[in-house]
């Protein structure tokens, strides 16, 4: 006979009291038990004529067409069209034109504003390929603190990882061991030295190790440890997206938060149960509203 297994319910995985969650997110925020971790859904915040980066994968994946149109089947992919790139016009014409794209000045959004406001925070998480939160890091003279960044396996001496100071200049784990925040870019950015993670050569070597954590700095995963996750402007809908969240969390809390309005996905849903994920059913400046007030 054969089982099937339904996927959660969207309201088995909601708080059923939004600012009873918030409540808790700030308090364990200033307790330092929380890691932030940020999806380029938080430039929807911004109206469309003062973002002028891609908001998320689909029109990161049209820029690129604009600039090599890649064939038909493919045209959808951000990875595919990224490979194709670089198969056909070279890696560094790929890495130009994705530094093109991403080095602009951009306004920070309300939830960059309130992650870089927050005193010393042990390890902050950043997906997207913009340098906006870098960038409010550094304004701030006092706070001692660098970032690690993803690098392109392939393309690079054999290391996961690079660690910069806030200066751009690079440095080594054990200096950023000492760092009182750590900002983790798992798939690079454009400052300071045009690191991307993209293609389907970058995911087939990283997707690889994983799962084992070889590409996870180790203090990444000692910072980790024991903490809860904050998803702000992320969404779960591809796998590889899925992937990365699940395997940058490993071994912390059981219990986790995402802002995430309207309606989830089957996938979705499933993937915010299995790795005890409670979503949090508002628009994602509601929620920094909310925090910001709570702080």
């Known amino acids: 006979m054969t089982v099937t297994t339904l996927a959660p319910d969207t309201d088995s995985v909601t708080v059923p009291d939004a600012a009873a969650a918030l409540a808790d997110i700030a308090a364990a925020l200033a307790a330092r038990q929380v890691v932030p971790y940020l999806g380029p859904s938080a430039f929807d915040l911004l109206p469309p004529d003062q ?3 891609p908001r998320n994968s689909a029109e990161l994946v049209q820029r690129l067409n604009a600039k090599v149109a890649a064939p038909g089947r493919i045209r959808a992919s951000l990875t595919a ?66 970032q690690i960044q993803g690098v392109s396996h392939p393309q690079s001496t054999g290391e996961w990882v690079r660690y910069y100071a806030p200066d751009g200049a690079e440095a080594s784990a054990e200096v950023a061991a000492g760092w009182d925040t750590v900002l983790y870019k798992p798939s690079g950015a454009v400052t300071p030295a045009g690191n991307y993670l993209i293609s389907d050569s970058d995911y087939v070597e990283i997707l690889t190790e994983i799962d084992i954590q070889t590409p996870i700095p180790a203090i990444v995963q000692d910072r980790r440890a024991g903490r809860h996750f904050l998803y702000l402007g992320c969404r779960f809908d591809h796998e590889i997206q899925r992937t990365f969240a699940r395997q940058i969390a490993k071994r912390s809390s059981d219990s986790h938060w995402a802002v995430i309005p309207g309606e989830l996905s089957k996938n979705e849903a499933r993937f915010l149960s299995l790795h005890g994920i409670k979503r949090i059913d508002m628009t994602l400046e509601e929620a920094v509203e909310g925090l910001r007030t709570r702080a």
Do not use: M
């Open 51 to 53: 973002c002028p980066i």
């Open 81 to 146: 069209v990224a490979q194709f790139i670089e198969t056909r016009k070279h890696r560094k014409t790929l890495e130009s034109i994705l530094n093109e794209i991403f080095r602009q000045t951009v306004p920070a959004t309300p939830v960059h504003a309130l992650l870089a406001a927050i005193p010393a925070p042990p390890l902050l998480v950043d997906v997207w390929y913009d340098n906006v939160l870098d960038n409010l890091l550094s304004a701030t003279t006092d706070r001692h603190w660098g």
